[in-house]
Every structure is written in C-alpha cells, then in structure tokens.
C-alpha cells in the first residue's frame, strides 16, 4: 500500500465483501474535524471472460438514477463512474464517484469510490492506471468550495489510496474533465479568465515531473459560447468535446463535436448529429483499445435520467456520410434561430442562427438555401410554457435578410443589409427574393445570390406584411395589415394594383391554381378570396373564429384550414363554399400553420408553449409534437442533411 497523506486519509474503509476495516490516525483526523474519504481494498481478481462489448458492464452500472462518465482502467479490470443522487438537470442533486471490478463472468455491485458525502465526478485513468484524476469541489478541510478543482488518487490492483488535490493547474474557477495523454499532457475544461467563451478547453504539458502552466488550446476547439467535456486519444490525433450554445446545435445544453490534427493544428470540428439530441450529450470516452465510443445521453430535453451508451469508435472517427432528405424548418422568433425538423417525427435535426426576431422564411428553388429578414419585434425569450398574458414583446434595431446554406459544412450564413422592420419573405420560382418594409410601404426584389437589388416596388400602403408569389413568375402579392387591403405586384406591367379586403389584412394562401389569393382580415374576423390577375374580390365569409391569422389550402381534399389564433382554434373549411366542417380547439393559441407536399399532414406552432405539432389531415389526430421551437412562427420546407 503506497504512503498515504494523513490529512486526507479516510475514517473508514470496506473491502467489496463490505468488510470493515480501521483507519489509522482515527482519533488525529476526528480531533482536525476532516471529512471522510472511502478507500477500496481488496478488489477481485479478474476473471477469464471478455466482456468486449461492455453490455454487462453497462448493465451492471446502470440503475434508475442517472449516470455518466465512465471509464475503463487500462487492465481492463477496474470500471468507474459517476452517480447522482436524484434527476439529471437539478443542481441541488450530488454526485459521487462508483466502483466496479471485473470479477469471473459478471461486474461487480457497484459502490462508493469515497465516501458518499465525498461530492466528485469525471473521472479519468492516467495511461498507465496508476493514478485515477477526477474533478471535485471538495477542499483539504472537508468543506466545500464553490467551484471544482481537478484531484487525484493512486490506484493499484484496484485500491484507491491517498486522494489529494493536482499542483500547478487549479486555479480560482472550476477545473472539471480531466484528460491524460502517452506523454503526460493533460487536457481539462476551464471557466477561469483568459478564454474564449463560459467554458473552455486547456491544456497543461508535463515536464521534468510537473505539470506546467495551462495553456487554452484556442480556435477552433474554443468558441464564444462553452466547451465542457473533453477527450482527447492518447497520441492527441483527434478530440471529442461537448459544446453548449453553438450555431446549429440539436440541444442548447450539449452536443458532442470531433475535431482531428493536422500536423500541430485542430482542423474545423464536425459535429456528431447521427447521435447528438435534444437533450445533453456528454462525457466522450474511448475505450483502452479505442475500438469502442461511450457517451452518456439524456436523450430529450426534460428527461430527468440519462444513460451511458457504447458504439463502435469506427461511426465516429469517420461519421456515416448525410444523405439530402426533406425537412420542415421553422423560425424560432425568440431564439433567433431557423429549426430543421424530422417531418415524421418532429425530432430536431438542425439549427442556424438567423438574426433578431425573423417571423418568416422562404426556400429557393434549389431546396437547400433560405432567406429570413430579422424583424427585430419579438416576444421575450421563455424555456418553458407561458400563458398569453404573460407574454411581453420587446424590440431592438432590424435591417438584415439572412441567407442560409444548409448542405454547408459548417452553418453558412450571409447576412444583406435591407430595410428596416422587414417581416415577410418569399422567393419566386426565377429565384428572386422578395421581402417586405413594413414601415416603408414597399417591397424590395433583390438578386438571391449577390444581395444586389433588382427592383424597389412602392406599394403605397403602410404595413405590408405577409408575400406569396406565383408560380408562374407574373405576380407577388403582400398584405398590408394597417390599410386593410393586398397590393398585386404584376411583374410583367411593373405595375401595382391596391385591393381592399378588410381590417386587419394578414395571412396569404393561394388557390392550387395560383388563379386566387385568401387572405385573413384578422380585425374583423372574416377571410377574402381575391382574383390575383384583375384583383376582383370574388367572396368574403367569416373565418368562424377570432383572429384568422395564417391559412392553408389542402387541394387534394378541398379544404381550407385557418389559424384563429384569439380564440385558440384552427378552423376547416370547405374550399369551394367556405362553410365550417370541423373545429380545433386547444389550450392555448396557435400561430403558424403549414401543410406537407402530399396534402397529408398539417403543422401548427404553439408559441406559447414553444411547440410544433402535426396532424393527420384526414383523422384531425395530432402524431408528433417538439417542444424544441422557442416562440416558432413562419415555416418552409428545405432539402436538410442528415
């Protein structure tokens, strides 16, 4: 057994047949008042079997409180984790480090590295197992501190002696993760001053028996948001992170990211979206021969549980190439984000940053680029549920369209400066972009590619809002919500003719023909049906509920389903005579209404409740719902990878 420092030694000790054992120097560690530290003796002897896969090792950890960070000593005899005492997300829930060995065909119960009162987490073995590092916040009086610092204990035959703080790369912030490499490098996340974001990864050489001065290892690991867990192989060729907060991540909380070496330099990450979630996805491990990736997940977002899962390090060194499929995508206004979704499933596959407050977004003709202006009123930002009436909106400065490359490697974003106040946006099947100034009475045509503008159409009516255009490339028509009327812009004249349709004009949807335009007088609760080619008013009917904001048109089924939004129903009509054939009513209003290629499936978002459902447009049954859209409005269909 090695020497063991007397001011950090345990009161108590058990074998794993629960055999208790006596410290020595008990009645000097009672007199100093030090905390308990649990030592393990007497670990089984490895047995014969291989549990190459890990199955029974996972199965044997795993319990009904959640689990993460495991690693694996390098004789393949000792496993080691972390366990939390209640659900995953609450920060008042400890953590402690667990034990298990290796023993004839099976693991060993699992049970406490320390002492269960001994806070500690993210462990990690040195290349030659003797020593095991850990981060803890812990301190050598038994109190604790209100960041974590990196520890480490020795280990042998798997007795784990003599727990004591890391010299030379604590500092006054947290140090968590720990990472050692062949040559004694340690790499570990930081909060402390010096970095690029809340969280970052450093690194400190070890020289001559010490570890030197932490470095942080920079761009492009290190962003302005946060990188926590970390791993980095052995001979440092490639490293795992999780990451928090980046453009076009699946969760807010954590995805897991890739980075490999070229030469001395980290070449651009990529992220792991065969795997990440809506949840948190962390603690990246390898096992010793590198042959296996574990991970832990909590696989959506509210999931108060997590798991540790194994996959073969194959998937992820060299991840499975996307394939182009069809996604949903819609603009968070809140979250300042567009959000591509599984359309089957809901399940978030992207996200790209867009700027302040975009309520809509259109598709070119390609499939894979979208543009957003950023209107700059939005609601203020809420994670969780919120009734209407506590909803506030607040504003800041708007004069950008993004555009938005989805098969980039990276989210490719291209912002042109336009007007202010810009709310709706189409794209005409030449590719033009359309977008309106809400403030300015006119619609601006610009060049998709370049940004250079083509035309700036005068509407003469202040508040246009929603576009549409014709597939044909004759007509973009908007509505213009404080004059009450729809402006037709005739592409061929470059003309502009003005129709009054009611107060409060807003929503567009255009016939299948494209030969008609509804729009919904969200004032006076009433929809129109205006001729687009002579601006004609054809018919005008109730919209059979309050606030007929959005609508869609069903042209294989001849239905018309309208969004009344005040009164938290979306109301189906029949297209031919605009008469109410059913009604659906929820329990807080819905916004945003869109419909799939097939005619077959409605979406609808519920702002304030930051959710998007769908329906099956024959039964009216919802089948599938995210809660992963932050106040979603506008949305599009867009050719995704994954």
């Known amino acids: 057994m090695k020497a063991t420092n007397p001011h950090i030694t345990c009161l108590e000790h058990y074998s794993h047949r629960k055999e208790p054992m006596f410290c020595a120097g008990l009645s000097q560690l009672i007199k100093v008042g030090i905390f308990c530290v649990l030592t393990i003796f007497g670990a089984p002897k490895s047995g014969a079997f291989a549990d190459t896969n890990y199955e029974r090792l996972i199965t044997t950890i795993s319990s009904p409180l959640p689990e993460y960070g495991l690693v694996i000593s390098p004789d393949g005899n000792t496993a080691v984790f972390t366990r939390m005492s209640g659900g995953w997300g609450n920060r008042e829930n400890q953590s402690t480090l667990h034990v298990t060995y290796k023993h004839n065909n099976s693991w060993t119960t699992p049970k406490h590295l320390f002492d269960k009162s001994f806070k500690a987490s993210d462990p990690f073995f040195s290349q030659d197992g003797t020593t095991l590092y850990f981060a803890t916040n812990q301190s050598l009086n038994g109190t604790q501190k209100p960041d974590d610092d990196i520890w480490l204990v020795d280990h042998e035959a798997g007795k784990f002696t003599n727990p004591r703080p890391l010299t030379g790369v604590n500092s006054d912030a947290t140090e968590s993760s720990p990472v050692l490499t062949a040559n004694g490098s340690l790499y570990f996340s930081s909060t402390r001053p010096g970095g690029f974001g809340a969280g970052d990864i450093w690194a400190s050489r070890f020289v001559n028996g010490a570890f030197q001065t932490p470095e942080n290892i920079g761009p492009p690991v290190n962003t302005a948001h946060g990188e926590w867990n970390v791993f980095v192989d052995k001979n440092e060729?490639?490293?795992?992170?999780?990451?928090?907060?980046?453009?076009?991540?699946?969760?807010?909380?954590?995805?897991?990211?890739?980075?490999?070496?070229?030469?001395?330099?980290?070449?651009?990450?990529?992220?792991?979206?065969?795997?990440?979630?809506?949840g948190s996805d962390l603690m990246p491990r390898l096992s010793n021969d590198e042959k296996?990736?574990?991970?832990?997940?909590?696989?959506?977002?509210?999931?108060?549980?997590?798991?540790?899962l194994q996959k073969k390090a194959s998937g992820f060194l060299s991840p499975p190439s996307k394939t182009l499929k069809r996604s949903l995508v819609v603009v968070s206004r809140s979250n300042h984000e567009a959000v591509a979704l599984s359309p089957d499933t809901l399940e978030v596959i992207a996200r790209y940053p867009t700027g302040p407050g975009s309520h809509e977004i259109a598709t070119a003709p390609n499939g894979t680029t979208l543009y957003t202006p950023a209107y700059g009123v939005?609601?203020?930002?809420?994670?969780?549920?919120?009734?209407?009436?506590?909803?506030?909106?607040?504003?800041?400065?708007?004069d950008t369209l993004t555009r938005i490359t989805t098969t980039a490697k990276a989210a490719a974003n291209t912002q042109f400066s336009i007007c202010s106040r810009s709310h709706g946006v189409t794209v005409s099947p030449d590719g033009h972009v359309w977008f309106t100034c809400e403030n300015e009475a006119r619609v601006m045509e610009l060049n998709g590619e370049t940004g250079a503008l083509i035309k700036d159409w005068s509407v003469g009516e202040i508040g246009s809002h929603i576009l549409v255009a014709t597939r044909n490339n004759h007509y973009v028509i908007t509505s213009n919500v404080d004059s009450g009327s729809i402006s037709i812009l005739d592409r061929k004249s470059g003309t502009v003719k003005t129709v009054k349709t009611g107060k409060g004009a807003e929503g567009l949807a255009l016939a299948p023909n494209h030969?008609?335009?509804?729009?919904?007088?969200?004032?006076?609760?009433?929809?129109?049906?205006?001729?687009?080619?002579?601006?004609?008013?054809?018919?005008?009917f109730p919209s059979h509920g309050r606030f007929p904001v959005k609508m869609v048109i069903a042209d294989n089924s001849g239905e018309v389903w309208v969004v009344n939004s005040f009164s938290r129903e979306i109301a189906i009509l029949d297209f031919q005579s605009g008469e109410l054939k059913e009604k659906l009513t929820f329990n807080s209003p819905p916004l945003g209404i869109h419909i799939s290629p097939d005619g077959q499936r409605i979406y609808a978002t519920f702002p304030r409740l930051n959710e998007v459902r769908a329906f099956n447009r024959e039964t009216r049954q919802e089948i599938a719902r995210t809660d992963q859209v932050m106040e979603g409005d506008g949305m599009t269909w867009a050719t995704v990878p994954y």
């Open 378 to 398: 939005y609601p203020k930002p809420h994670d969780k549920p919120i009734l209407p009436s506590q909803m506030q909106f607040t504003s800041e400065p708007s």
């Open 237 to 278: 060729s490639y490293l795992f992170v999780e990451a928090s907060g980046r453009p076009g991540a699946k969760s807010s909380y954590g995805d897991l990211y890739l980075y490999k070496k070229k030469g001395d330099k980290w070449r651009a990450g990529i992220s792991l979206s065969h795997i990440n979630t809506t």
């Open 515 to 540: 030969q008609s335009v509804w729009i919904g007088n969200t004032q006076e609760n009433t929809l129109s049906i205006v001729r687009v080619r002579d601006g004609s008013v054809i018919n005008k």
């Open 292 to 308: 296996i990736f574990f991970y832990t997940t909590s696989g959506f977002l509210k999931s108060k549980d997590t798991e540790i």
